[in-house]
T-cell receptor
Framework: DTGVSQNPRHKITKRGQNVTFRCDPI?????LYWYRQTLGQGPEFLTY????????KSRLLSDRFSAERPKGSFSTLEIQRTEQGDSAMYLC???????????FGNGTRLTVT | DQQVKQNSPSLSVQEGRISILNCDYT??????FLWYKKYPAEGPTFLIS?????DKNEDGRFTVFLNKSAKHLSLHIVPSQPGDSAVYFC???????????FGGGTRLMVKP
């Protein structure tokens, strides 16, 4: 499968714990995006990487959230001190060049209890 | 403030008939529009797009219409098939081009 891969698919954690998600992009897709989707809403932009550089961050990305993309390949999204409001589907998307459609992974569903 | 709105949360259509999904936007800097389709437990998949220099784009059973003066676009699916049952998201990109802004989605149900 050469699509965008996200792990884990599901994560249940207790409030206050830290969680980390991973995204493996389609090979040669140098642009990588993280989105968050809550029930009944469309995906909301969180952050964007071009290669290893994080070029844009949404206001939604509080200081408890951090994303990295070492060496411009896979990316991780960490949430520290999780809150119940962090419960959502976290989607990773990549594309090869500006203007081409985004290719989404199947997401990581986070439940904070 | 939602810049992209899909005012119909759900739509039910009979198989073989036309499905029309609507989307409105407020940001006049948007210059490229896309429709994505999402099945349960999967990520959104790209369906069709249209540039702001066009008013129509067609791909098989799917046609997207853009009315810039009204800041409105629509997706027509004809004929509708049960396999088209999914959530459809409208998305828009501004001329900086870095990210997409999505609407809240419309759940389409095509009944056999």
């Amino acid at each position: 499968d050469t699509g965008v891969s996200q792990n884990p698919r599901h994560k249940i954690t207790k409030r206050g714990q830290n969680v980390t998600f991973r995204c493996d992009p389609i090979s040669e897709h140098n642009r990588l995006y993280w989105y968050r989707q809550t029930l009944g809403q469309g995906p909301e932009f969180l952050t964007y990487f071009q290669n290893e550089a994080q070029l844009e961050k949404s206001r939604l990305l509080s200081d408890r959230f951090s994303a990295e993309r070492p060496k411009g390949s896979f990316s991780t999204l960490e949430i520290q001190r999780t809150e119940q409001g962090d419960s959502a589907m976290y989607l990773c998307a990549t594309r090869v060049v500006m203007g081409s459609p985004l290719h989404f992974g199947n997401g990581t569903r986070l439940t904070v209890t | 403030d939602q810049q992209v709105k899909q005012n119909s949360p759900s739509l039910s259509v009979q198989e073989g008939r036309i499905s029309i999904l609507n989307c409105d936007y407020t940001n006049s800097m948007f210059d490229y529009f896309l429709w994505y389709k999402k099945y349960p437990a999967e990520g959104p998949t790209f369906l069709i797009s249209i540039s702001s220099i066009k008013d129509k784009n067609e791909d098989g059973r799917f046609t997207v219409f853009l009315n810039k003066s009204a800041k409105h676009l629509s997706l027509h699916i004809v004929p509708s098939q049960p396999g088209d049952s999914a959530v459809y998201f409208c998305a828009a990109r501004d001329n900086a081009g870095n990210m997409l802004t999505f609407g809240g989605g419309t759940r389409l149900m095509v009944k056999p």
